[in-house]
């Protein structure tokens, strides 16, 4: 009996809408789960993030391993305490950060070496050491070693990579001690629908309580990524939650749902707050125009985050014009409750049987420009 | 009649306890007031500077003449709206900013130009044109532009700054054309304790709401501030509220008090946080050492913060060594939390008629630094 279950509550063509339950929660599904990297989420406190309803939050193993230490964390009570979110967490497990940062990279069958780019140390992850690294964490779904690959790539090598990811899937849930915790296998197989689906039915054997897809949004180009992973969700058990890693935009959002997904991540928010961006349903503002100047409205007249509720885009512009610090917070907080709520809304869509509709109007919102 | 009453409810010694009632609100003295300079407060936000405790916030009419200009901040609402505070504002009058931040300064009887730093632009200040931004921003206590010196300096270009500094004053008041703005003074004369008490004396005759005292923290001994600072509170009419602009560190708002001083205002609780500071009340933390690595205490256990009542120094520590931006606003939220406290203590022990005791145990405290 897994630590985690899901419920399907409805469905609405491909489109689902459920709920995950968690020794630290629930989170309803379709999700949208902020990114805290370094156990921080960059501007935003954990009050912050409670506010703009956050269900399930992530860290990064990859990170914490090497600052402060897996130890550290687990003798300062686990990630929950240390980060101070008592929800549902999800640690990844550095595959694709071993693959995206690190330098010097030698894999073996056994698992791959590298140096930190952080202090130039060699490091090594095996699949029972990322595992025994978010026992120490303590999140409650974990990320099994994975083999991800580039975009384009020679499919022999995509080959060998779903077969070493295959492999370490197995060896992950075998090392692992904790019963508390979820692992989610990742199923990779680049733009190989059959890669895919091979990769998908050898991880469906492991009966694990989630599965999750890797390897997108590496470079392909926008359309293959959702029809490839189709695919491959078609090949996942109906009753376990799917989750697509590192995607993605509002779009994205809504075409990862179309295809079957559950649960996405992403940076962009965070990310988009620190270059002065924000996100409405009518496209998405550059803060630092001029034409904000003298503009009274708040950035989304239909949001109720604080951001919204309390400055104008002329406030906004001023600090972003002034590059003030104060500006990533305001835009996190109101690009992260944006993309929370366009996962609520997606969700009563789906209940209500009307998400086609509901993600034809949407994109087109987006697509508007001229908030 | 002013627009800014004050009440004096209690006083030990020459420290005084009191009640400031402005337009937008009340403020309790004696009042630490966090500097908001461009109209934002680094990393907090309003709801954090409203949850520590804040009475009154300052923002600076030298930068925001620049940007965004303050004819923007009164088009899109005054500076309350603009930047979401509801309570007590004070605008500083960008005297100090154009003496220690300016290039090619050129003073002359009616005014003084200078290049901006920020874009080049040769801008000119003058008393009335000081009033006017202010009066444009709205805040509730505005400053005159003044003639802040150097320390050391030459007696005779003290008394020429003393004069311009009358004058200016005298002008400021003239020039006033909102009646729910109270202008406070500010005395200059360096450390000439003689020139001091003949500036505040004939600032004293133009009956204002409040005094400042402006050109400390310049350079100056430390002992030689306190001494100086008392003689000139001492000029002061006792019905009316003394503001030390600038000044300083927990020690130094202990030492303004016991001087007789009532408002201080000061960026060092968002600087220190910065720099990875936390105050206690044993002491400054440095929360880069290696020490509070696995340490499950939080800053200060005697304090409610969200910072300390969620994270421990661990955590702190982490995030200090990885230069994550979110320790800023942690540690800003904790410093400035603690400052406000210990202004909220300082006025309860004055109440009591034990603040020399509360000063002296306070002071032991931040001395032992084995925090």
């Not at 990769?199 to 890797?214: F, K, S, T």
């Not at 939650?241 to 559950?262: E, H, K, N, S």
């Given at each position: 009996m897994s630590a985690l279950s899901f419920r399907l509550e409805a469905t609405d063509g491909f489109a689902r809408a459920g709920r995950i339950v968690t020794p630290h929660g629930e989170a309803t599904t379709p999700a949208f789960m902020p990114v805290g990297?370094?156990?921080?989420?960059?501007?935003?406190?954990v009050q912050d993030l409670r506010t703009a309803g956050a269900g399930i939050v992530l860290a990064n193993a990859y990170h914490l391993m090497q600052r402060p230490g897996e130890d550290v964390v687990r003798d300062l009570g686990g990630l929950h305490r240390f980060m101070g979110w008592d929800g549902p967490m999800l640690t990844d497990s550095g595959g694709f950060q071993v693959w995206s940062?690190?330098?010097?990279r030698r894999m073996d069958a056994d698992g791959v070496t590298f140096k930190s780019e952080i202090d130039g140390n060699m490091l090594r992850l095996t699949p029972e050491r990322a595992v025994e690294i978010q026992e120490a964490l303590g999140a409650d779904i974990i990320m099994p070693l994975d083999h991800c690959i580039e975009y384009p790539a020679e499919r022999e090598a995509v080959e060998r990579a779903v077969d070493t990811t295959i492999a370490w899937a197995r060896r992950s849930v075998a090392a692992?001690?904790?019963?508390d915790q979820a692992l989610f296998p990742i199923v990779q197989g680049g733009m190989h629908d059959d890669l895919r689906v091979r990769c998908a039915e050898a991880l469906v054997e492991l009966d694990a309580p989630g599965y999750a897809a890797g390897g997108?949004?590496?470079?392909?180009p926008g359309e293959r990524t959702w029809v490839t992973l189709a695919r491959t969700n078609d090949v996942l058990p109906t009753e376990r939650p799917r989750y697509l890693m590192g995607v993605g935009t509002p779009a994205d959002f809504l075409a990862a749902v179309a295809a079957g997904t559950d649960m996405m991540d992403c940076v962009l928010p965070t990310r988009n707050a620190r270059h002065k961006y924000a996100f409405t349903p009518r496209g998405t503002l550059?803060?630092?125009?001029?034409?904000?100047?003298?503009?009274?409205?708040?950035?989304?007249?239909?949001c109720d985050c604080a951001t919204c509720t309390t400055h104008s885009r002329g406030y906004l512009r001023h600090l972003s014009q002034m590059d003030e610090p104060l500006v990533w917070t305001l835009l996190s907080i109101h690009n992260v409750t944006f993309m929370l709520r366009l996962a609520r809304e997606t969700r009563a869509a789906i209940a209500g049987g009307t998400f086609a509709a509901f993600r034809t109007r949407t994109l087109a919102g987006l697509a508007v420009d001229d908030a």
């Amino acid at each position: 009996m897994s630590a985690l279950s899901f419920r399907l509550e409805a469905t609405d063509g491909f489109a689902r809408a459920g709920r995950i339950v968690t020794p630290h929660g629930e989170a309803t599904t379709p999700a949208f789960m902020p990114v805290g990297t370094r156990a921080a989420m960059k501007v935003m406190t954990v009050q912050d993030l409670r506010t703009a309803g956050a269900g399930i939050v992530l860290a990064n193993a990859y990170h914490l391993m090497q600052r402060p230490g897996e130890d550290v964390v687990r003798d300062l009570g686990g990630l929950h305490r240390f980060m101070g979110w008592d929800g549902p967490m999800l640690t990844d497990s550095g595959g694709f950060q071993v693959w995206s940062l690190a330098e010097l990279r030698r894999m073996d069958a056994d698992g791959v070496t590298f140096k930190s780019e952080i202090d130039g140390n060699m490091l090594r992850l095996t699949p029972e050491r990322a595992v025994e690294i978010q026992e120490a964490l303590g999140a409650d779904i974990i990320m099994p070693l994975d083999h991800c690959i580039e975009y384009p790539a020679e499919r022999e090598a995509v080959e060998r990579a779903v077969d070493t990811t295959i492999a370490w899937a197995r060896r992950s849930v075998a090392a692992q001690t904790r019963t508390d915790q979820a692992l989610f296998p990742i199923v990779q197989g680049g733009m190989h629908d059959d890669l895919r689906v091979r990769c998908a039915e050898a991880l469906v054997e492991l009966d694990a309580p989630g599965y999750a897809a890797g390897g997108f949004s590496v470079g392909e180009p926008g359309e293959r990524t959702w029809v490839t992973l189709a695919r491959t969700n078609d090949v996942l058990p109906t009753e376990r939650p799917r989750y697509l890693m590192g995607v993605g935009t509002p779009a994205d959002f809504l075409a990862a749902v179309a295809a079957g997904t559950d649960m996405m991540d992403c940076v962009l928010p965070t990310r988009n707050a620190r270059h002065k961006y924000a996100f409405t349903p009518r496209g998405t503002l550059r803060m630092r125009n001029l034409k904000h100047a003298r503009d009274e409205r708040p950035v989304d007249d239909t949001c109720d985050c604080a951001t919204c509720t309390t400055h104008s885009r002329g406030y906004l512009r001023h600090l972003s014009q002034m590059d003030e610090p104060l500006v990533w917070t305001l835009l996190s907080i109101h690009n992260v409750t944006f993309m929370l709520r366009l996962a609520r809304e997606t969700r009563a869509a789906i209940a209500g049987g009307t998400f086609a509709a509901f993600r034809t109007r949407t994109l087109a919102g987006l697509a508007v420009d001229d908030a």
